[in-house]
């Protein structure tokens, strides 16, 4: 749960520029970080070895998530990003069983908080008291 919310928060944060606004990636219209939500590529309930891959999760607009994530559109743009291969790649990936451990979630949750804490930093974002208990949970 605090990797969800960390990875969650962070992957909105990362691509905003300094006001604060991001792109949602399959629509394209253009909101405050705050405003969008954790869009995955391939769901959480179709790959759950994929939920925090970052090639798989970007910003995305409630509507376009909640509309099967706006696939094709999304898809589209992630061609642009990665490449047509990666993509291939990563929806090669929908199927296999999450390998993620407790070891290993425990580290990617210390990784994320750390670039949180960066985005933070950047974006001059106070953390949510959600956000804030992590912090504390994990900081010591």
């Not at 869009?39 to 099967?68: D, K, S, V, W």
């Amino acid at each position: 749960k605090d990797l969800d919310i960390v990875f969650s928060i962070w992957t909105r944060m990362k691509a905003a520029d300094e006001n604060g606004m991001t792109t949602c990636i399959s629509c394209q219209k253009i909101k405050h970080y705050h405003d969008l939500q954790n869009g995955h590529y391939m769901t959480r309930a179709l790959a759950p070895a994929l939920i925090f891959n970052e090639m798989n999760t970007h910003a995305q607009c409630a509507y376009c998530n909640r509309n099967e994530g706006n696939r094709l559109a999304y898809r589209r743009v992630l061609i642009k990003i990665y490449g047509q291969e990666k993509i291939e790649l990563l929806e090669s990936m929908q199927h296999r069983k999450s390998w993620i451990g407790l070891f290993e979630l425990k580290i990617l949750l210390l990784q994320y908080i750390d670039k949180f804490k960066k985005e933070c930093k950047r974006l001059n974002h106070t953390p949510n008291t959600t956000e804030q208990r992590v912090l504390n949970r994990w900081s010591k």
